[in-house]
């Protein structure tokens, strides 16, 4: 189940973004693209195959994944299990 998004959230998210929304999205592209390739490659793709804006398609994809990360509770480093173990 995903997380219920905060209004406080989205007004903290969007006031980071539109402080300069093209700088935000280049350097979520990078972020994304360190922290789970696949959906970074997935958000590119649609954006591109769409007949809408591709910068405004990925902006909002990544403006989404923000919000739900910014809500979920990271485990401690050592919750996570480490396959290269």
């Known amino acids: 189940m995903l ?6 959230n989205v007004a903290k998210t969007i006031d980071e973004l539109l402080v300069d ?3 935000w999205r280049k350097e979520m592209i990078h972020y994304i693209k360190d922290e789970n390739p696949e959906l970074n490659t997935a958000i590119i793709e649609i954006a591109q195959k769409s007949d809408l ?6 902006a909002g994809a990544y403006m989404a994944y923000k919000l739900l990360e910014n809500e979920s509770p990271m485990p401690d480093g050592d919750a996570f299990l480490n ?3």
């Open 3 to 8: 997380p219920l998004i905060t209004e406080e």
């Open 83 to 85: 396959f290269e173990e």
């Open 21 to 23: 929304i093209h700088q």
């Open 53 to 58: 804006d591709p910068k405004a398609v990925a």
